[in-house]
């Protein structure tokens, strides 16, 4: 893509994005795009972990945790002060809990990561249970006061036509917004520079990069920072809006870290546009299935959710299962690599 | 009896083999000699299906070789040692050759015994494990495996690779020894041509992914013109 | 003086996290068969032996006994182990490293979603053929029951199998050939893809054993009763190193006494965290895992 087409689509994806934030009328679709915001945080920087340096990581809802509890501690222990710094607290503290976590990580591969990775994300959630309960929370977590709009925003809108409650969650989902779209106009910039390079001959061919001189461990170490602070930066995110950061919180569990990396692969491994799909489709992902289903005969009115009362529950999570499978089977480059697939079928199609 | 005719294999762009046809009479050794990179390894992989070819034929005994599985081939009684010996280092010697018997579904403990005869180093070291031995062992147990399977074709890949002058000699009197006794096939894959032009009865000579002759081994020998081919350009 | 021992405190932790220990040295020899065939580290391992589990332990609601129910899950376990290495690990084998990891997720994700729809999240209670009541020693409990002991006893048995199986048998050297030699053994007539298949059932039919028996902790069947244990499984295998068996006994067993003592002098919740640390740490020294031989591969 050139320099001035790539311009031009980011600030018409700004444009896009501005005006859906602005046209809400839903108080859950607000919540949800937030939520879509964060998401695509946490997915570009596992995005890039293993679609730039070649290494896995199943813990990174261990690092949202993290940048969670950091933004609300600090938040608690300062409050009146700008959202900002509570932002970049959680970012520094995930970025050194990821180069503790990528220390051990620069020595490892691909299974031994994963699963390391995976142990620490499990055992996170019981840090603040057991240790510093009186600071921490306990099982309870931490509660500050959510994001809210400030008067200006307010001001914008019909205040008689549109409930508070939704002005408030198109405020909080623009800030989310606004957060990913700088994150991914900073890693779209990393990717093409001299360190992302670096990343790439790394996973590619790790003899050849320490041939060049490039220190494989600092490296990989650094793509391991670089992960933790962005998911740090989505854990603090979904605490500022949400106004809680607990263990239970669904997005600090490991179940969640496996859902990152589903929909990761889904969308295509280590693209920025990818990531933004996956985004959508995590927060969307029962509003999908409930589609599907309905339209499949599979829904809760079927015979086989007759037989199987459980089923419905769990349609999202075997839908997925069985898509993770078949996209690494059959598509490992995920929805993008088929786009761009089909793209250059139609080109040459049409060249013909 | 194997014969190769108009064999073709390339690794995506690059050709290793070009249009190339052997035919290795039975109960002979046929070497094929040839610098670094002609192919000679890529030959003998195609022979026992670990590489597919892009076109030509391969037959042996009359089966038809193309297409079958490596494991297929190998029990049709084709025995290949390959390049660096494939020994299995954290196997013991008698391991290796237990399995040498096993997958060629022939008789272990006659084998056993046919093999410590043939090799009494090998029934000395039985109980270490393959990675102790020297290289001279290790090439003797590579041998000693191959033959546990009864095979009428072996496929040699560079027997000598790292071995001492009279050490490879030896090692070459051995296959001599096999051929003569047993009238086995083999093909001789050799960047060392004097010896094994000095046991065979017949040479190729490989050249980027060529065959330029297949001839008895003497006339090879004796050819002037052939010798920059399998001696590589710096003599 | 011996009853004495026998109800000491820490006699007591011994035995008892033995009991888990061995489980989860079970679990983690799974890791490791899978592991040495093919080079793939099977993060449904844990679904897999909960979801052949649940098929072979309902049988008990339809009268069968114990013992047919367990025989049922194992044969079930090899069965299913091996088609999955059919159907989805085969197409990945020289892929990147990454594939595997992130298929076996998504087999994670589906088998536990569909356990939860078949059998609810409500957990089971299979009856077992022995008591859970601890032995007693003049008056005053020991560290064992009945029903731990036949846990021991099933997996140190499963252990010694599997053992013998793969260092004393034509079979097994075969399927060891197969898991470090491919290539050679493909060479040698031997039918490496059949044996790597083979070796996934085996690693399917030990983990329905661990599923079985860990069905019996008062945790009983539950769609997500192996997470915990899959992840204390991973971290011995890796702490003895993933390509030895021996290893994977002896930190399952380690880890298990030393969650034990953690959870009696300490806190529960500190256990889990424990085994953690435990593990960066070794792979922080030794990213090989302990009882890896340093050699070198292949000649």
């Known amino acids: 893509m050139s320099g001035t087409f790539k311009r031009l689509a980011w600030v018409l994806g700004g444009l896009v994005a501005a005006i859906a934030v602005a046209s809400i009328q839903s108080g859950t679709d607000a919540a949800n795009l937030t939520k879509a915001g964060a998401y695509c945080i946490a997915l570009v920087g596992l995005s890039f972990l293993t679609g730039w340096s070649g290494q896995i990581s199943i813990g990174n809802s261990g690092f949202m945790l993290v940048g969670g509890y950091s933004a609300a501690f600090w938040t608690l222990h300062h409050p009146g002060e700008p959202v900002a710094i509570s932002m970049i607290v959680a970012i520094a503290v995930s970025a050194f809990v990821g180069l503790i976590i990528g220390m051990p990580a620069t020595r490892l591969r691909g299974p031994y990561l994963a699963g390391m990775t995976l142990a620490f994300a499990v055992a996170l959630p019981y840090v603040p249970q057991s240790f510093a309960v009186s600071t921490l929370g306990g099982s309870q977590g931490l509660t500050i006061t959510p994001l809210s709009a400030p008067q200006w925003f307010f001001n914008l809108f019909d205040t008689n036509n549109t409930l508070p409650v939704v002005i408030n969650s198109r405020f909080t989902a623009m800030v989310s917004v606004v957060i990913a779209a700088l994150v991914l106009w900073l890693m779209s910039n990393l990717f093409t520079s001299k360190t992302g390079r670096a990343m790439r001959l790394v996973r590619d061919n790790d003899v050849a990069a320490e041939l060049v001189g490039l220190h494989l461990g600092r490296t990989r170490a650094q793509a391991f920072v670089l992960t933790a602070a962005l998911s740090g930066l989505a854990g603090a995110l979904l605490v500022m809006v949400s106004g809680t950061a607990s263990p239970s919180t669904y997005e600090f569990g490991f179940t969640f870290s496996i859902a990152l990396l589903t929909l990761m692969v889904l969308g295509g491994i280590g693209s920025l546009s990818g990531a933004i799909i996956a985004a959508l489709l995590g927060v969307y992902s029962l509003q999908i299935t409930t589609w599907i289903t309905d339209h499949t005969g599979l829904g809760p009115d079927s015979w086989v959710s007759a037989k199987l009362p459980n089923l419905a529950p769990n349609m999202e999570n075997i839908l997925f299962g069985i898509l993770l499978i078949v996209t690494m089977i059959f598509a490992p480059r995920g929805i993008v690599g088929l786009a761009t697939g089909l793209r250059q079928k139609l080109i040459s199609v049409t060249r013909r | 009896m194997i014969s190769i005719s108009h064999l073709s294999v390339a690794y995506g762009a690059i050709v290793a083999l070009d249009d190339v046809s052997i035919e290795a009479p039975t109960g002979a050794i046929t070497a094929v000699l040839g610098a670094n990179g002609a192919g000679k390894t890529t030959l003998l992989r195609t022979i026992s299906g670990l590489v597919k070819p892009r076109s030509g034929s391969i037959t042996a005994n009359g089966h038809a070789l193309i297409g079958e599985r490596p494991d297929t081939i190998a029990r049709l009684g084709i025995a290949h040692v390959p390049e660096g010996r494939g020994v299995i280092a954290e196997f013991t010697v008698e391991e290796n050759l237990r399995l040498g018997a096993l997958g060629a579904k022939t008789n272990v403990t006659a084998g056993l015994e046919e093999q410590y005869t043939l090799f009494p180093v090998l029934k000395e070291r039985r109980k270490q494990y393959a990675a102790q031995l020297s290289g001279g062992e290790r090439q003797m147990l590579a041998l000693g495996r191959a033959m546990i399977a009864n095979p009428q074709i072996l496929l040699l890949d560079e027997p000598s690779l790292g071995l001492a002058p009279l050490v490879t000699q030896d090692i070459m009197n051995t296959i001599k020894t096999l051929c003569a006794n047993s009238g086995l096939t083999v093909i001789l894959v050799e960047q060392n041509a004097k010896s094994a032009l000095k046991i065979s009865d017949y040479a190729a000579v490989l050249h980027v992914g060529k065959s330029i002759a297949v001839r008895p081994a003497a006339e090879v020998a004796a050819d002037e013109s052939l010798r920059s081919y399998y001696l590589g350009m710096a003599e | ?299």
């Open chain 3, 1 to 299: 003086m011996i009853a004495n021992i026998l109800t000491n405190r820490i006699v007591n932790d011994i035995a008892g996290g033995t009991a888990q220990g061995v489980i989860i040295g079970l679990v983690a020899l799974c890791l490791v068969l899978v592991w040495r065939a093919t080079r793939v580290l099977n993060f449904a391992q844990g679904p897999m032996a909960m979801f052949v589990t649940y098929i072979g332990m309902t049988q008990m609601d339809h009268h069968a006994n114990f013992w047919v129910a367990a025989a049922i899950s194992v044969a079930v376990g090899f069965i299913f182990s091996a088609l999955t290495e059919i159907v989805i690990v085969k197409p990945l084998y020289h892929k990147a490293e990454i594939n595997p990891i992130v298929v076996m997720v998504g087999m994670f994700t589906l088998l536990e979603a569909v356990a939860s729809a078949v059998w609810t999240n409500i957990p089971r209670y299979p009856t077992a053929p022995f008591s859970s009541i601890n032995f007693q020693s003049e008056g005053n409990p020991t560290g064992l029951s009945p029903l731990s002991t036949f846990q021991i006893g099933a997996a140190l048995a499963i252990m010694t199998l599997v053992a013998i199986l793969f260092n004393y048998t034509s079979l097994g050297l075969k399927l060891r050939a197969s898991a470090l030699a491919p290539e050679v053994s493909k060479l040698l007539g031997i039918r490496v893809g059949r044996l790597l298949t083979l070796g996934w059932g085996i690693a399917g039919a030990v983990g329905a054993v661990a599923g079985v028996v860990i069905s019996l902790n008062p945790g009983g069947l539950a769609p997500n009763m192996l997470d915990a244990m899959f992840i204390l499984g991973f971290i011995a295998a890796a702490i003895g190193g993933l390509d030895s068996p021996l290893g994977a006994l002896v930190s399952g067993i380690v880890i298990g006494v030393v969650m034990q003592l953690i959870n009696d002098y300490w806190n529960s919740n500190y256990a889990d965290m424990v085994a953690v640390v435990l593990l960066v740490v070794v792979l922080m020294l030794r990213p090989q895992g302990i009882f890896t031989k340093n050699s070198t591969r292949r000649v």
